[in-house]
């Protein structure tokens, strides 16, 4: 296989900008749904009468990332068949478990005594929740969801062999064709994704940090 | 103003009460320091009064009314009062104003309440209000930090305050400080108190009333002079240590044992040792021997009223531990 320069610039220039759109929504489509049930459980999962389910329910996410995606697909095709939207609920599914962990962690990683102050003061669950343990925590969760959004700009690749489109095209006609550059050219392209995505996600993560975690 | 009746807490899980049987009361405007060694209890009895734990079995009321019912929101009764814990407790993502003005907040306050009585507070804690009041607590010192605890328990002006060794963790010089400093402002606010120590010394000097746990069971109470003069078992007398007589000189006012003959009073003028009526004996004690004399002037204000010498102090040692 020769490595032809032009093809890859062309590759890079001309054919990727179009998947790499649908690339990006296959990352933070799923990544945003995943974060919206993954972090809503997970706190449930810290209260007193949900403790019980944490195992259960952890194991559920747990089962979401070993299978993998294909898979996953494949289960459904009977009710979604191909394209777009099994991708997206393939990648969901995948995306849960960093952002679950990651909350479970950081809520009990906020200080017994904290919390123990903050009950003292007269605070509702409620009020200690949104005002003491969610902003204690978000260093962590922050750090999930950079996880998910890495992995799932990876596994993104795949939807391309169900039809969902994205970077994946580009590196799958460059194996089916026998083109390197293509390869190449795709595999760029994610990565570029998803040092982008990282650093966005690292700037929030620095505006939501409470001063103190700041150093 | 706050009655425990017969309190048990069996924690879930464990067979051993960690409180048992407990009943007292605190009067209006008195200080009532639990003591005794770490895990008798006493945290546990703290934060079954602002039901921050439920009890077991028993009732507590507060101003008459009985608190440990189901009607009664904890919450709100938290708000009502003020609560120093062990470990001091700041909001670490918060600044020392957000930290003070938590209560008044959650009460609702209007905003240009709660500025002057944050600034206010912090400065009554002995903390420089404009140095302090946008940090947050990682910058400060330990001292500073406990300062501020208990200017957030006392933001709200509850009548009642739960102090949970509240100068525990500073060394003895910042916490003979904080003590002082804390008596004066209670001579001025006269809250009904609820003080955790592990220091018998310190029970003493916080003290009106002193209750003395141990292993979850209350062992003695009453006031500071009773529990040293008539201690209940070895227990108690283990507790108190050795110097026994000093502490209680320490609890004596000197216009006790003060010789009102004047004629005394004339030759030792000269010598400059003054000591006020309402010093302890102790002081009377430590001004002797700081300017080698063996006599001391009291004064009750601008008026001499007698004097104290070496002799009148020996008999109150011995008046004292003859009692025990
Ligand atoms: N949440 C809890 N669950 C189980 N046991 C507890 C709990 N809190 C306290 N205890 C136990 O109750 C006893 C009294 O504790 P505590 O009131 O904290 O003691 P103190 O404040 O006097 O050191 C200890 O033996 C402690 O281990
Ligand atoms: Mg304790």
Redesign the pocket.
């Known amino acids: 296989m020769d490595f032809e320069m032009e093809r890859f610039i062309s590759a890079l220039i001309d054919r990727s900008p179009p998947h790499a759109l649908v690339h990006l929504q296959l990352v933070l489509i799923p990544v945003i749904i995943a974060f919206l049930i993954a972090f809503p459980v997970a706190v449930l999962l810290t209260r007193r009468r949900f403790v019980k389910y944490t195992d259960r329910v952890m194991t559920f996410f747990n089962m979401g990332q070993t299978i993998p995606p294909l898979a996953i697909i494949a289960v459904f095709f009977p009710f979604l068949g191909l394209g777009r939207e099994p991708a997206l609920f393939a990648l969901t599914i995948y995306a849960l478990l960093p952002i679950a962990r990651n909350t479970l962690a950081g809520l009990k990683g906020v200080p017994q005594e904290v919390k123990e102050a903050a009950r003292g003061v007269g605070m509702s669950e409620w009020e200690m929740l949104m005002r003491v343990e969610i902003p204690l925590s978000m260093p962590v969760v922050m750090a999930g969801v950079k996880i998910s959004v890495v992995l799932t700009s990876g596994t993104a690749a795949l939807g391309a062999l169900v039809g969902g489109g994205g970077m994946g095209a580009v590196i799958f006609a460059g194996i089916d064709f026998f083109r390197p550059e293509l390869i190449v050219a795709g595999t760029l392209v994610i990565g570029a994704i998803a040092i982008i995505l990282d650093r966005i996600i690292t700037l929030i993560d620095y505006m939501l940090t409470p001063p103190h975690m700041k150093m | 103003m706050i009655v425990l009746d017969k309190v048990d807490k069996i924690?879930p899980?464990?067979t051993v009460p960690?409180v048992k049987q407990v009943s007292f009361q605190v009067d209006e405007g008195n200080i009532c320091v639990f003591v005794?060694p770490?895990?008798?209890?006493?945290?546990?009895?703290l934060r079954i009064i602002n039901r921050l734990i439920e009890p077991t079995s028993g009732d507590i009321y507060i101003k008459g009314k009985k608190v440990s019912d189901k009607e009664v929101n904890p919450d709100h009764l938290r708000r009502e009062i003020g609560y120093v814990i062990q470990q001091i407790g700041l909001l670490p993502h918060r600044t020392v104003e957000q930290n003070v003005a938590l209560v008044p907040r959650l009460l609702k306050w209007p905003e240009e309440r709660i500025k002057p009585r944050v600034k206010e507070l912090l400065d009554m804690v002995g903390l420089d209000s404009n140095e302090v009041i946008h940090k947050y607590p990682f910058q400060l010192s330990g001292g500073m930090m406990q300062r501020v605890g208990v200017a957030r328990a006392l933001a709200a002006d509850p009548p009642i305050m739960l102090m949970d060794e509240p100068f525990g963790a500073v060394d003895p010089i910042v916490r003979g400080r904080l003590q002082d400093e804390f008596l004066r402002l209670q001579k001025e606010m006269k809250k009904t108190i609820c003080f955790?120590t592990h220091d018998i010394n310190e029970a003493i000097k916080m003290g009106d009333h002193i209750v003395i746990m141990n292993k979850?069971e209350l062992v003695q109470h009453g006031t500071p002079m009773e529990i040293l003069t008539e201690p209940a078992n070895d227990f108690v007398k283990d507790l108190i240590g050795v110097d026994r007589e000093i502490k209680l000189l320490d609890l004596t006012r000197s216009s006790e044992i003060v010789d009102r003959n004047k004629e005394v009073l004339g030759e030792t003028r000269e010598k400059d040792c003054f000591i006020s009526a309402l010093d302890p004996v102790q002081r009377a004690l430590e001004t002797m021997m700081k300017n080698d004399s063996d006599i001391v002037v009291v004064r009750d204000g601008e008026k001499e009223i007698g004097t104290i010498c070496w002799g009148d102090i020996k008999k109150l040692i011995n008046k004292l531990s003859g009692e025990a």
Do not use: D, E, H, L
């Open positions: 924690f899980g464990t960690a005794g770490s895990g008798c209890g006493k945290t546990t009895i955790v979850g």
